[in-house]
């Protein structure tokens, strides 16, 4: 009897154990942050983020990579999510403020489906051009560009990609005639700028920073209305007299739709607590992009202000995705 208590003992303290060990994994389930593709800029930001954010939120934060459909699949992973704040998505704007005009037959619905957390950062955004382009500047770029009469080539990474909204804006800004061609993607774009094949194209910093550093590449002007942070010596394209391009490129953080407010708070207060920090803004900085944290409400009303002035654009000139 006493040999049969002792198993029994031991049975209720194995099973007592489990379920310890079981509530604390509970407890620590990790977040995972996801992103549309691994390697790229976006992945950087997540993977620097998740390191400050983990302590905070006392629980692992875990880049995870949905590659396919230009973010779709990623994006509809997280809609598809339980609403507990451990499935979160971090994406560029493009996702939330072009894709929804461009794509008819998306498999979620942007607004309904997705609960806004925190914009994370803002892209230096800029317009390049070779280093034998014999301009210094958008004015001597556009003076240049009248001077001929075939128009120059820009290039774009692709249809519906906000480079080509940039370009768009630029044309109804300066008024020269350009011609689009659209790219497999940035690198072939870069490549052929340097080469002088293409005669410029936009580009968020941290795809074209090297290059510039390295002098195969000039900064002829940033997209937006203020200078950024991260590259204080280069003018706007708004202060050199041509204002109107001005589509900023961000990075932010949604959940599913119907996480509970006060789990959007917490992970909004543990994100504008990292983006404190010294260290990442100094990592985030030297890859050309400023820290830009916002709350929950104010990253809705950035997207949806977004969504209507890039659509317009869109809706416009009749871009149709490839």
Same mark, same amino acid.
């Given at each position: 009897?006493?040999?049969?208590?002792?198993?029994?003992?031991?049975?209720?303290?194995?099973?007592?154990?489990?379920?310890?060990?079981?509530?604390?994994?509970?407890?620590?389930?990790?977040?995972?942050? *996801?992103?549309?593709?691994?390697?790229?800029?976006?992945?950087?930001?997540?993977?620097? #983020? &998740?390191?400050?954010?983990?302590?905070?939120?006392?629980?692992?934060?875990?880049?995870?990579?949905?590659?396919?459909?230009?973010?779709?699949? &990623?994006?509809?992973?997280?809609? @598809?999510?339980?609403?507990?704040?451990?499935?979160?998505?971090?994406?560029?704007?493009?996702?939330?403020?072009?894709?929804?005009?461009?794509?008819?037959? *998306?498999?979620?619905?942007?607004?309904?489906?997705?609960?806004?957390?925190?914009?994370?950062?803002?892209?230096?955004?800029?317009?390049?051009?070779? &280093?034998?382009?014999?301009?210094?500047?958008? !004015?001597?770029?556009?003076?240049?560009?009248?001077? !001929?009469?075939?128009?120059?080539?820009?290039?774009?990474?692709?249809?519906? @990609?906000?480079?080509?909204?940039?370009?768009?804006?630029?044309?109804?800004?300066?008024?020269?005639?350009?011609?689009h061609v659209p790219y497999k993607g940035i690198a072939p774009v870069v490549?052929?700028?340097?080469?002088?094949?293409?005669?410029?194209?936009?580009?968020?910093?941290?795809?074209? #920073?090297?290059?510039?550093?390295?002098?195969?590449?000039?900064?002829?002007?940033?997209?937006?209305?203020?200078?950024?942070?991260?590259?204080?010596?280069?003018?706007?394209?708004?202060?050199?007299?041509?204002?109107?391009?001005?589509?900023?490129?961000?990075?932010?953080?949604?959940?599913?739709?119907?996480?509970?407010?006060?789990?959007?708070?917490?992970?909004?207060?543990?994100?504008?607590?990292?983006?404190?920090?010294?260290?990442?803004?100094?990592?985030?900085? &030297?890859?050309?992009?400023?820290?830009?944290?916002?709350?929950?409400?104010?990253?809705?009303?950035?997207?949806?202000?977004?969504?209507?002035? *890039?659509?317009?654009?869109?809706?416009?000139?009749?871009?149709?995705?490839?």
């Open positions: 009897m006493r040999r049969l208590f002792d198993a029994f003992a031991v049975a209720v303290l194995a099973v007592t154990m489990g379920l310890g060990t079981g509530s604390a994994n509970a407890q620590q389930k990790p977040t995972r942050l *996801l992103i549309f593709a691994a390697g790229g800029p976006v992945d950087f930001v997540g993977r620097v #983020l &998740a390191s400050k954010l983990s302590p905070l939120l006392g629980s692992a934060v875990v880049v995870e990579a949905r590659p396919g459909a230009n973010g779709i699949i &990623a994006a509809q992973a997280v809609a @598809n999510a339980e609403p507990d704040g451990t499935t979160l998505l971090l994406t560029s704007s493009g996702l939330f403020t072009i894709t929804p005009t461009l794509t008819k037959d *998306l498999p979620y619905n942007t607004d309904r489906d997705f609960a806004p957390v925190s914009r994370i950062v803002i892209n230096a955004s800029v317009m390049v051009s070779s &280093a034998a382009m014999p301009a210094n500047n958008v !004015r001597e770029f556009v003076e240049f560009a009248n001077s !001929r009469k075939e128009p120059l080539v820009f290039g774009s990474p692709g249809i519906g @990609n906000i480079v080509q909204l940039w370009i768009e804006q630029f044309k109804a800004a300066t008024r020269i005639n350009v011609t490549i052929d700028v340097i080469g002088g094949r293409a005669a410029a194209t936009f580009a968020d910093m941290p795809a074209v #920073l090297s290059n510039i550093k390295g002098g195969k590449l000039k900064a002829l002007g940033l997209i937006g209305t203020k200078r950024n942070s991260t590259a204080p010596d280069i003018p706007t394209i708004d202060e050199q007299g041509f204002p109107g391009v001005d589509a900023l490129s961000w990075y932010g953080i949604l959940a599913p739709a119907k996480t509970p407010p006060a789990v959007i708070v917490k992970i909004t207060e543990a994100i504008a607590r990292a983006l404190a920090d010294p260290d990442l803004k100094e990592r985030l900085a &030297a890859s050309g992009v400023e820290s830009a944290w916002s709350t929950a409400e104010e990253l809705r009303q950035v997207i949806q202000n977004d969504r209507a002035r *890039l659509g317009k654009i869109i809706v416009e000139q009749k871009i149709v995705a490839e």
